[in-house]
Every structure is written in C-alpha cells, then in structure tokens.
C-alpha cells in the first residue's frame, strides 16, 4: 500500500532535473546522470577532437589561412583551385589510385593463397604464420629504411642477385620509372602475411567441414571446392578485406615520404604527401583543409560503391 | 545401392587419393619453405648488415654474413645520435596513450552498455559515424588546437586526446563485450551495497581482461607506428619519438666521411624490437585484436 502509494505521488514532487530531463522517478535521473558522468570523457572527446574539427574543417576549407593572420572567407575558390589550378592534384590523385589498384588485388590475392596454404592443417603451422607476420610488424619508417638499403641500386642484394642471372637491376627508388614499383615491393612484402592473411584465416576456419565433405562426395576437384564452397563461404571477409584494403592504400605516407619525400620528380607524390605538404610546409591551411574533405568525400564514395557492389557477391549465411 | 557398386573399386580410390595427398603435402612445404625465406629475407639481410664493419656494407659482392659480428655497432648508435631519448619519448608517448584509451574507453563503454541516458542511441550513432571519417580532416584543426595550447614541439598532442574516450573503436568494442556479460552480476553486487563505480571495477574490468589487453596492443602498436603525428608536432631533436628519429638518422646519415649505413640499419632493428617482443608475448591478444577488427566490418 504505502509502494504504491509513493509511485503515484512521486511525479508531482519531480525534482527540476527530474522534470528537464523528463523522467518520472528518482531512479531514473539518477541512472541517466551517472551515464553522464561515465561518457564524459568521450562527449568531450567526440566534442573537442571530432566535431568541433570537423566543422572547423569545413569552415577553413572556404577561406583562406595562413595560421599567421586571420582566415579570409573566400567561398569555394579551395575547391575550384584544387581541380583546375593546382597542377599536382591529378597526378597525385591518379598515383594514388594507381598504387591502391596493384597493391590492393596482388596484396589481397596473395594474403588469400598464403591463408588457403596455411589452413590444410599442416603441423609447423605457427611457425609459417608468425614468418609471414613478421614483416607486417615493422613500423612504416623502419620499412622505407630497410627497403631503401636492399633495394640500393649499387650494393644492394636485389640487383646483386639479378646480376647474377644477367640483369642489370635498376635505381629503384631512385630511378623516376622504379620508385613507384619500389613502394609497390615494399608495402606488399608488409602486406601479405599481415592482417589481412590473419583475417582469412579465421574466415577460412569459419567454413563448415560439412560443407567440404558434400563437395568431396559430389566429386568436385580442388578448384571447384574453392569456388563454390570456400570462396562464397569467405566472401564476407574478403569484401572486409577489400574495403579496408582501399582505404589503407589511398592513405599511403610514411613508406613513400621516408624512402623518397615523393620522389624522384614527383614519381612518388602521393595524395597524403600532397596534403601534408600544403598544409605543413606551406602551411596553407585553408587549402589543405579542402584537399582534406576532397580526399574523405573520395572515401566515403569509393566505400559506398563497394557496397552497392557487394550485393551481387557477397554471401552472408545468415540470410 | 551405389555404395555396393563403390566398394570394389574404393581400396584404390583411396590409395591413389592419399598419394596425391602426401605429393600435395610435400609441394605445400616446399612452397611455405620457399615462401617464409623469401619473406624473412629483408629482416636476415638488415640484421645481419647490423653487425658488419663500415666497410663490408659496401663490399661486392656483399658477403652473407659479416666476418667477425660487430656488436659495438649498437652502443655507438646511441653515441651518434639521440637514440636513448627517442626511445624513452617513445616509450612515455605510447604508455601514456594506451593507458589513457584503455582506462578512459572503458568507463565511457560501461556508460554506452549499462545506463539508460538522454540521447545515448544518438552519441552512439555519431560515435560509429566517426569511424568512416578519414583523420586527415581533423587533423589541420586540432593542429591549431595544440598550437593555441602551446604544445606544439611537445608530446601531450599525440597522447592527451587518448584520454578522452580512447576513440570509436575502443569504445564499440568494449560495449559490445560488456553487453555480453549478465546483467545479474551487477545486480548482485549492487544488492551487495556495491556501488557503480565498483561494480565496474570489480565486477566488470576482470572480465574485461582480455579484451581490454587486445586494444591495448592494437594502441600500442598503432602509436609506436606512427609517424605523420610526431613530424607535424615534434621540432627539436630531443623531443622526438623512434620514428621520427630514425628518419631523421636516415635523412642524415653518412655525414662527411663517415658511412653509417652499417649503424642505421642497428637503429633499425632496435626500433622494431619491442613490437617483435610484444608480439611474441602477447601472440593470443594479437591475433583475436586483429580477428576483433575483422568481425567490426
């Protein structure tokens, strides 16, 4: 009696967070309050370094900054100069998409043949794996050191090996036509045994055995039991893999910024090495902000599509 | 009925079948073999070129291995340039970062899982929607951020914003484990007179162990990786991170006279050093951290 007595009369003595939070009891302020309390950190967070940035961002994209003096509104002549003035912007563009074209489908194929060798059961399995990791452990700098030594036109052990077959091996890094290829080496000797490959393997192991065994019966040979059965079966992880892999190659800085600063002759200049440059050397930051949502909107886009795509291919067993 | 028909003929169905499988075998050794040679290959030569003499790193052609192993080469780093300071920056940036994103994504994901508040579902939604937004958009502001603070040249930008949430991905991660665990736990507790903050600490936090150390890697790892971060806010010498120092090692290497190509390469193995040891300690949170981000998608 005296429960319920105190149900019905606690909404009329609502304290006022009670009522500006538009709760009915106690309990409920109290738990929301908390809740408050434990996200703090984030709502500041999410605040200060993510949506204040992002329209700080936006706005700088429309004027014109130099950190010095004050931002001068300009509308979208940051735009407008990106696509028809900067004599850089397309070819760094287009390098950019030239290197996420050959590392992502070589990179991904490869990760997928070392998973399919790596999950037949084999005993040293742990053994292979942690090799093929390895070289995903390198931090990027490390690596564009390490390649730069190896692939040393003079006494590197690469052209050495192809003079041996008669080959005489060329700058690499330093040659205009092999710089871009030299990245391309290097980012896939990182990229095949790293995450990616892991990813494959817990998508291959998700397979059921069933699966295979009808396959088996049905007399299918090893080619048609990876078309109809482990491919469909993975196409979820390799569509993961494929956006991921996408959005980590356009993003490519620091292996090309330390083995070549973006040379020789731009061979290298990459998109993020040309928005680094203007925002941080030049310190154009007005433009360097729209380069900034130029380069997201392509994100976002060419992440849109693939998922369009994916409906035609990507087969989810839950469905 | 077809099995009848089978028997007969499967003795040798089989025996030709566990043929192929042993010849399959051998040619998947042969291939891993070959494979894991070519690939450990960049590691052999660079460690190996670690302990040759100044002048065998410019032999041809050059020689598999050095002479006589020159460990000295290790101690003169330190000599040459500030390696000793980079590390320890190195080692304060990322401890500080993965300290600061696992304890601080931890309460915020206890908040997201276990209390009812105004506007949760709506953070939430914008804390997912802030995965796909690529850094370099955020990056000029917060630049001019830390400028107005007068951290610039200093390392609390590349480890202060871990404190604030930890990011989307910690926070999601942690809130979906934490939503896995019973709701009876924490009523117990609290019938016990525990109050939140206990629960989460004692209740909650042990079983977020293994999660909680696979992010911690995956910080780890990500900070002592980065580079873009320390060159735009490190300027002297004595304030950078490992990546930013060997690169610095690099861009000046071999000053008159002196190659010290034999001695980069010393820098560069011990700059990977403590990723490979993290690696084969914590090999299990590594692996699930890795699968963790793969399920993300």
């Given amino acids: 009696m005296a429960a319920s007595t105190a149900l019905i009369t606690a909404p009329r003595n609502r304290s006022f967070l009670t009522r500006l939070l538009g709760y009915h009891t106690q309990a409920e302020t109290r738990e929301c309050l908390l809740g408050y309390a434990y996200a703090a950190p984030w709502l500041l967070g999410l605040l ?40 850089q912007f397309w070819p760094s563009l287009g390098r950019t998409f030239k290197f996420a074209l050959i590392v992502v489908p070589v990179g991904t194929t490869g990760s997928l043949l070392l998973a399919l060798l790596l999950n037949q059961g084999l005993s040293g399995t742990n053994v292979y794996r942690t090799l093929f990791f390895l070289p995903h452990l390198t931090p990027a700098v490390a690596m564009a050191i390490l390649w730069t030594f190896l692939l040393h036109p003079v006494v590197g052990p690469v052209n050495y090996v192809l003079s041996l077959v008669g080959i005489k091996g060329p700058g690499w890094f330093s040659d205009t036509q092999w710089a871009l290829p030299s990245v391309v080496i290097a980012s896939l ?60 190659a356009l993003k490519v800085f620091a292996l090309a910024y330390v083995a070549t600063s973006g040379g020789p002759s731009w061979a290298t200049w990459f998109y993020a090495i040309h928005l680094y440059n203007w925002s941080f050397n030049y310190f154009e930051m007005g433009y360097g902000c729209a380069l900034a949502w130029i380069f997201a909107a392509i994100v976002v886009v060419l992440t849109l599509i693939q998922f369009r795509l994916s409906r035609r291919w990507v087969y989810y067993t839950g469905e | 009925m077809t099995s009848t028909v089978a028997v007969p003929r499967s003795s040798s169905v089989f025996r030709s079948m566990s043929r192929r499988r042993r010849l399959n075998k051998i040619g998947s050794y042969v291939l891993l073999t070959l494979l894991a040679a070519v690939f450990s290959f960049p590691w052999f030569w660079t460690v190996t070129s670690s302990l040759r003499s100044a002048d065998e790193v410019y032999l041809f052609p050059p020689p598999l291995f050095p002479r006589v192993a020159q460990w000295g080469n290790y101690p003169r780093v330190f000599e040459l340039v500030l390696f000793g300071k980079w590390f320890i920056n190195s080692v304060i ?106 629960i989460l600490l004692q209740v909650l936090v042990p079983l977020m162990k293994p999660v909680l150390a696979t992010i911690a890697v995956i910080v780890f790892i990500g900070g002592w990786d980065d580079f873009m971060g320390p060159l735009i806010y490190l300027q002297s010498a004595e304030n950078f991170t490992i990546a930013l120092g060997l690169r610095y090692f690099a861009a000046n290497e071999g000053q008159p006279g002196i190659p010290t190509t034999h001695l980069l390469m010393a820098a560069t193995v011990m700059s990977t050093t403590p990723i490979v040891v993290l690696f084969f300690v914590a090999q299990r949170y590594f692996v699930q951290g890795i699968v963790m981000s793969g399920i993300k998608g």
């Fill in chain 1, 48 to 87: 200060i370094f993510v949506l204040g940035p992002v329209l700080v961002s936006l706005y700088l994209s429309l004027t014109k900054y130099d950190v010095i003096s004050n931002p001068v509104f300009q509308g979208i002549a940051n735009y407008k100069r990106a696509f028809f003035e900067d004599e």
């Fill in chain 1, 189 to 248: 000797w990182a990229g095949f045994g790293g995450n990616r490959m892991m990813i494959f393997l817990a998508g291959l192991q998700g397979v059921p055995q069933e699966l295979y065994d009808a396959a088996d019966v049905d007399g299918a040979g090893v080619w048609h039991r990876f078309w109809h059965v482990t491919l469909p079966m993975i196409s979820p992880t390799l569509f993961f893999n494929l956006i991921m892999g996408v959005i980590g």
């Fill in chain 2, 93 to 198: 940036v990322v401890s500080l970062a993965t300290l600061g994103n696992v304890i601080s994504a931890t309460v915020v994901a206890y908040s997201f899982a276990r209390f009812r508040w105004r506007g949760r579902e709506a953070i939430f939604a914008i804390t997912l929607a802030t995965m796909m937004l690529p850094a370099e958009v955020t990056l000029i502001p917060q630049y001019l951020l830390f400028k107005q603070l007068g951290w610039i040249n200093s390392i609390r930008p590349l480890w202060v914003p871990a404190w604030f949430g930890g990011g989307a991905f910690s926070i999601f991660l942690l809130r979906q484990f934490v939503m896995t665990l019973p709701r009876e736990f924490d009523e117990a507790a609290e019938i016990d007179g525990a109050s939140t903050l206990r």
